[in-house]
């Protein structure tokens, strides 16, 4: 395995569709359009507030998916001169709990981003 | 007449622990320096493998477990100088280069349809002979002596065992055809035959050398450790 993974060699099943950043802002549902835009900020009251929802959580689940494997490969891309033993073992560790506030997201999406709690 | 003592026995009537163990301080350490030596390798590995695999519950798990073997270095590490070897850098080796060469190869899979690859080499030959040399120290080694060995084996066992499991469960699911058994099995034999090279995690003796070693027994305070 390779050092340094392009980030198009990035791994997804074919559930995803890659999209350039600009793409992503010029999305209606996304953060820079729609009536639900502007800075993230979600109004439960507007009609399209689930959308915004939606977008905001896969937003998230896309996120943790990228730091795991940002973490990841700091673990396997550098020596120990350029990433001291103890760096590893943080990034390791946050390959974890990357991994769960994936879980996280998808738990609550395949709920339906019912109103519950987590316990 | 003396009166009867009333004081307690040194060691309770259930304690059965016992002094000799079959390694010396030196090769207690030793072991150690190659356990967090392949616990660095597998968990750098995990970690990168995470961005070459598409499914999503394996790229997962593989988050997961890459923080257990990268916790079980760190608890290596941390047990090098209590067995008198400050410099932590120059244990944490590889017990032979056949061992480097069978991490060398366990790590070549990198295109995202390897999968099964990937998890074979770790789930069916790395971590079963994880589990027999801990074990095989566990069992061999001074239950006084070297007692803070034995408290992170436990843990680090019950970690492999669990990962193994989950491992396994995984590699049964992802073999669907008998094409894809016979990748399977073709790179399981490759790397058996390396780590048969190899002897194991910590070299030829990983699980012993034959017939119980009790002549070769060390003394008693060639086996001290803090």
């Known amino acids: 395995m390779k050092k340094s993974l392009p980030a198009e060699e990035l791994a997804r099943d074919e559930r995803f569709r890659r999209v350039r950043m600009e793409e992503r802002f010029t999305d209606p549902r996304g953060p820079g359009g729609g009536p639900s835009g502007g800075a993230g900020r979600i109004t439960p009251t507007r009609p399209d507030a689930p959308d915004a929802v939606r977008g905001l959580m896969h937003g998230i689940f896309v996120g943790e998916i990228q730091a795991l494997e940002g973490a990841g490969r700091t673990c396997w891309d550098f020596d120990e001169e350029q990433a001291p033993f103890a760096l590893k073992l943080d990034m390791a560790r946050q390959c974890w709990d990357e991994a769960r506030r994936r879980d996280i997201s998808e738990a609550l999406r395949m709920d339906g981003y019912r109103d519950r709690r987590i316990r | ?136 120290h566990l069992n061999a080694t001074s239950t ?37 058994l016979e990748r399977a099995t073709k790179w399981q034999a490759r790397l058996e035959g390396l780590m048969l090279e190899a002897g194991g995690i910590a070299g030829p003796d990983s699980v012993g050398s034959g017939p119980y070693e009790s002549a070769t027994q060390p003394a008693a305070q060639e086996v001290s450790a803090g």
Not at chain 2, 26 to 40: C, D, P
Not at chain 2, 55 to 62: A, F, I, T, W
């Open chain 2, 1 to 136: 007449m003396t009166p009867a003592s009333t004081a307690r026995p040194a060691f309770a009537p259930w304690d059965r622990r016992e002094l000799p163990g079959i390694f010396t301080v030196a090769e207690s350490a030793r072991r150690v320096g190659n356990y967090k030596w392949i616990e660095m390798r597998l968990f750098e590995a995990l970690g990168g493998w995470v961005a070459t695999i598409p499914e999503l519950d394996v790229k997962m798990m593989l988050g997961r477990h890459c923080y257990h073997h990268a916790w079980h270095s760190e608890l290596w590490h941390k047990r090098l100088p209590e067995l008198r070897q400050m410099d932590q850098e120059t244990m944490t080796v590889p017990p032979n280069d056949a061992l480097a060469a069978f991490v060398d190869a366990m790590t070549e899979p990198e295109a995202k349809d390897l999968t099964i690859e990937k998890m074979v080499g770790v789930f069916r030959v790395l971590i079963p002979r994880k589990i027999a040399a801990y074990t095989y």
């Open chain 2, 144 to 180: 006084i002596t070297d007692a803070p060995t034995i408290r992170s084996l436990n843990f680090v066992l019950q970690d492999e065992f669990t990962d193994w499991r989950e491992g396994e469960m995984l590699v049964q699911s992802l073999i669907r055809s008998t094409e894809e």
